[in-house]
């Protein structure tokens, strides 16, 4: 299995533009999310998701936009990126849900973003 | 600011050296976890405490949740280089079931 993947390791964009960071986990695990770490803020949940056709809004989800088309699969798309969306964004999986929250939850490598 | 203070934030420390981090709030929680970061990757679980007062060991790491559910330390005793990164911990609040992670405590040991 090789788990949590992320695409791309890096990306530099300008304020504006607009992409994609993509995250698939072969787990077969329902329950996927995306994180965002900064620098002495710990890691804040942007959106997540509990299945295929399921999604929402977590601690920070402004100028993030999420789908979930397929157990496998959970794209995160920045609109117009900002140079406040600056970070290492993290996607994570986990196999079950305890009272809505993930129980051991499997991190992929991580995004690094700049945006200028 | 943090909901979870982690301290200290940066520790460097000799290979042989036993350690304390800690991991605070005035909120109440229904679990707590402990990860490790090492650099250019994601966390990793190391262990989820879910009773007050519960004690859990994990060959030379000693996780505690605190008896009213507020806070958390990590001890490592005769620590090694290979303990070097960033540990993180993560709790879930009691009564709104969201989780939250503090900024971390970055450890390094020096050989």
Redesign the interface.
Known sequence: NAGVTQTPKFQVLKTGQSMTLQCAQDMNHEYMSWYRQDPGMGLRLIHYSVGAGITDQGEVPNGYNVSRSTTEDFPLRLLSAAPSQTSVYFCASSYSISAGVPETQYFGPGTRLLVL | T?L?EQSPQFLSIQEGENLTVYCNSSSVF??LQWYRQEP??????LV?VVTGGEVKKLKRLTFQFGDARKDSSLHITAAQPGDTGLY?C?G?LWVH????????TRLTVKP
């Not at chain 2, 250019?40 to 679980?45: A, D, M, S, T, W």
């Open positions: 943090q979870l229904s679990s250019g990757e994601g966390p990793v679980l989820t993180l993560a879930v079931n969201d989780m939250r992670f503090g900024a971390g």
